[in-house]
């Protein structure tokens, strides 16, 4: 019962206000078949200008990624704070 319409959300600026302010690395993963958005879309939109933030996408995986591929998620985010 707590499902909503998400994509208004996370088609708002809010996330690239929140980037913009922010300012330290950031990893940001996505799940190649994720329902709300375009990975490659977004990734463009979203690390373009900002080398402090790098995007990458789980093959094979949904919206939820870290739960679908939890193995390779958990591999990806240990390599990136190891670098």
């Known amino acids: 019962q707590t ?3 998400s994509k ?3 088609h708002s600026e809010g996330l690239v ?3 913009d302010a922010n300012r330290v690395p950031l990893l940001l993963l996505w799940g190649e078949h994720d329902a709300t958005l375009t990975p490659a879309i977004a990734q463009q939109a979203l690390t373009k200008g900002r080398s ?8 094979g ?3 939820w990624a870290q739960y679908e591929a939890a193995a ?3 591999h990806r985010v240990l390599a990136w704070l190891e670098a």
Not at 52 to 59: G, K, Y
């Open 3 to 5: 499902r909503f319409y």
């Open 8 to 10: 208004g959300i996370s």
């Open 17 to 19: 206000d929140q980037l």
């Open 52 to 59: 402090r933030c790098q995007a990458q996408t789980i093959l």
């Open 61 to 63: 995986a949904g919206h």
């Open 72 to 74: 390779v998620v958990n």
